[in-house]
């Protein structure tokens, strides 16, 4: 059955690059036109006031968002039902993630960690939805994500430790004389944490659909060929899956790594 249904699908494939093959060949798709912000009103001006395609697919982020977690488990059934499930899901995985990688006193930053979750997963999905745009492919969005997550960290970590919080700068297990080095390293690390939450989701999820683009590219202009990079998309669609959740993930779990800095700052 398995094989059957694959012969028919490449029969499928083959008959439509011979009845969609273009005239003349050529890329037919540009890879970074996807990423261009543009009004949703008509126009050129964009203004900070101006509604974008990033505000309407952010705004559908958090509409996402509030009907899964919200209305999604407002019947707090028993025997729940998907929407339940997932939410459930969703919420015990960040919950458990903060205890224990910030441990038990971070908890009570869990409401703000899950928001930044489910906002980047969500995006990072509905960047996924032909035709959609892709909110964190900006490094504009995911900037003020990371440089929030930083300026929050470090003024709880002065608000709890006062001037003490400059202790996690200072190796005190490290020989005496590498103590200043090892100082300085630690500064200009904690403060390129923002720059590399920033790109790290941002470039990401660009490369990712700059690469589908390209194999669509591809399948318009080889015509009779096009199965050949519809079957790449296929593969790399599968993998951009998969990172939009990881990505999500890895961005949370080390916002979590910075917040037990700032609650137990000694080395």
Same mark, same amino acid.
């Given at each position: 059955?398995?094989?059957?249904?694959?012969?028919?699908?490449?029969?499928?494939?083959?008959?439509?690059?011979?009845?969609?093959?273009?005239?003349?060949?050529?890329?037919?798709?540009?890879?970074?036109?996807?990423?261009?912000?543009?009004?949703?009103?008509?126009?050129?001006?964009?203004?900070?006031?101006?509604?974008?395609?990033?505000?309407?697919?952010?705004?559908?982020?958090?509409?996402?968002?509030?009907?899964?977690?919200?209305?999604?488990?407002?019947?707090?059934?028993?025997?729940?039902?998907?929407?339940?499930?997932?939410?459930? #899901?969703?919420?015990?995985?960040?919950?458990?993630?903060?205890?224990?990688?910030?441990?038990?006193?971070?908890?009570?930053?869990?409401?703000?960690? +899950?928001? #930044?979750?489910?906002? +980047?997963?969500?995006?990072?999905?509905?960047?996924? +939805?032909?035709?959609?745009?892709?909110?964190?492919?900006?490094?504009?969005?995911?900037?003020?994500?990371?440089?929030?997550?930083?300026?929050?960290?470090?003024?709880?970590?002065?608000?709890?430790?006062?001037?003490?919080?400059?202790?996690?700068?200072?190796?005190?297990?490290?020989? #005496?004389?590498?103590?200043?080095?090892?100082?300085?390293?630690?500064? +200009?690390?904690?403060?390129?944490?923002?720059?590399?939450?920033?790109?790290?989701?941002?470039?990401?999820?660009?490369?990712?659909?700059?690469?589908?683009?390209?194999?669509?590219?591809?399948?318009?202009?080889?015509?009779?060929?096009?199965?050949?990079?519809?079957?790449?998309?296929?593969?790399?669609?599968?993998?951009?899956? #998969?990172?939009?959740?990881?990505?999500?993930?890895?961005?949370?779990?080390?916002?979590?790594?910075?917040?037990?800095?700032?609650?137990?700052?000694?080395?």
């Amino acid at each position: 059955m398995g094989k059957l249904f694959f012969y028919v699908a490449l029969a499928l494939v083959l008959v439509s690059g011979v009845i969609f093959a273009p005239e003349h060949a050529g890329l037919a798709i540009h890879p970074m036109d996807q990423f261009t912000v543009t009004p949703l009103f008509g126009g050129d001006h964009i203004a900070w006031y101006t509604p974008t395609n990033v505000t309407l697919w952010m705004f559908l982020a958090v509409v996402a968002i509030f009907a899964l977690l919200v209305i999604g488990s407002s019947s707090r059934s028993i025997v729940p039902s998907r929407g339940q499930s997932v939410a459930e #899901l969703a919420y015990g995985f960040i919950y458990k993630m903060v205890e224990d990688v910030a441990g038990k006193d971070a908890v009570k930053f869990f409401p703000y960690i +899950i928001t #930044l979750f489910m906002f +980047i997963v969500t995006s990072n999905f509905l960047g996924l +939805i032909p035709m959609s745009f892709t909110t964190t492919s900006h490094f504009a969005v995911t900037g003020v994500l990371a440089v929030v997550v930083f300026v929050a960290i470090t003024l709880t970590g002065f608000i709890l430790h006062g001037a003490h919080f400059l202790g996690l700068f200072w190796v005190s297990s490290a020989p #005496l004389a590498l103590r200043p080095v090892l100082a300085l390293i630690e500064v +200009i690390s904690y403060f390129v944490r923002p720059v590399s939450l920033c790109i790290r989701l941002a470039g990401n999820i660009m490369a990712g659909h700059a690469v589908l683009k390209v194999f669509a590219g591809f399948a318009g202009a080889l015509g009779f060929a096009s199965f050949l990079p519809i079957f790449a998309i296929s593969a790399f669609y599968a993998l951009e899956v #998969l990172v939009a959740f990881i990505q999500a993930y890895v961005f949370t779990i080390l916002t979590c790594v910075y917040l037990k800095d700032a609650l137990h700052p000694s080395h």
